[in-house]
């Protein structure tokens, strides 16, 4: 008996090393593998639909009036609004969708993941689940994508929530694009301070592992990079037609795509309110969520029941 409880406990400490060792190379695996299990375990469905010409991936969870999470530029919708489908699928029906190019969608090598291309991606993803109009947030580059929808196709848009959004003109503080193309452990490091407000400075382990992953994906940053910096898609003068309520929401201390930029953007819109979190950074969600959330899932659910 003691030699079989021996040989187990020698069989367990032989995984548990394993799971380290694997936990220390690829931290980003792990970290997403982590994110996938708790949203199936919350209830949340990971599905593929045919959005136009590409093969998207999505998250859905919830019932209720249609809402419509659209991700940042390098991200996914895992990464941005998976902490957010549980608490707002209990009175919407909460679609994310990974853009082309970005998360478990597929990455078409000809494609220029231009503002343009997106919003035909989120408008044929509307199309394709069912959706003649829905409720649309959108964060950073996805804020820039929902705006455009808005200000395009109004009538597909319910209401629009956009988070710290790019796409106004650059006409005020510089924004450091470049940081979003690091090139070493320390580029890295510089890229979560400009996204992220007081983040953890990331070990070396976990730094080279995000520049892998970064490394692997640049040609499609850079890519939409270059068509945005082309100055053919700014969203000023673009968004008379979106009259429908709007709230935009940045954070105080967002060192990406600075808070002087919001009040511009706000403008922009017929009525449109204008939150500004203090203590956030670019992503207010991952940075301050409790003050995030207290802004935006009252307006989302205005008039969607009872949880």
């Known amino acids: 008996m003691r030699a079989s409880r ?13 799971l380290l060792g694997f936990a220390y190379a690829e931290p980003v695996a792990v970290f997403e593998a982590w994110g996938a299990l708790r949203l199936r375990l919350s209830g949340v469905s990971s599905r593929h639909v045919w959005a136009g010409p590409y093969r998207l991936h999505y998250l859905e969870a919830g019932a209720g009036p249609p809402l419509v ?6 991200s996914s919708a895992t990464q941005d609004w998976g902490r957010l489908i549980g608490p707002l699928s209990g009175r919407l029906h909460v679609f994310a969708p990974d853009l082309p190019g970005f998360g478990e969608s597929e990455r078409p090598p000809g494609a220029d993941y231009s503002i343009p291309m997106q ?4 408008r044929d993803f509307m199309t394709a689940v069912g959706l003649g109009q829905a409720r649309v947030a959108g964060l950073s580059m996805g804020g820039w994508v929902a705006c455009r929808l808005a200000g395009s196709h109004p009538e597909m848009v319910e209401r629009l929530l956009v988070v710290d959004a790019a796409g106004m003109r650059p006409d005020g503080p510089a924004i450091p694009a470049e940081a979003l193309l690091p090139r070493d452990e320390e580029g890295v490091r510089r890229l979560v301070a400009v996204v992220r407000h007081k983040a953890p400075v990331p070990p070396s382990f976990v730094a080279r592992d995000i520049l892998e992953h970064r490394r692997r994906e640049e040609w499609i940053v850079r890519r939409a990079l270059e068509s945005m910096a082309a100055g053919r898609d700014w969203l000023n003068g673009t968004l008379g037609r979106a009259d429908m309520p709007v709230l935009v929401v940045w954070g105080k201390q967002d060192a990406l795509i600075p808070v002087a930029y919001a009040a511009g953007l706000a403008a922009e819109f017929p009525r449109a309110e204008l939150t500004v979190l203090d203590g956030c950074g670019h992503v207010p969600m991952a940075d301050c969520p409790g003050a995030f959330d207290r802004a935006v899932i009252p ?9």
């Open 69 to 74: 999470l659209v991700h940042g530029l390098g």
């Open 6 to 18: 021996r040989r187990a406990a020698a069989v367990l400490g032989l995984v548990f090393a394993g």
């Open 119 to 122: 919003v035909e991606a989120v």
């Open 299 to 307: 307006f989302l659910s205005a008039g969607a029941g009872a949880p």
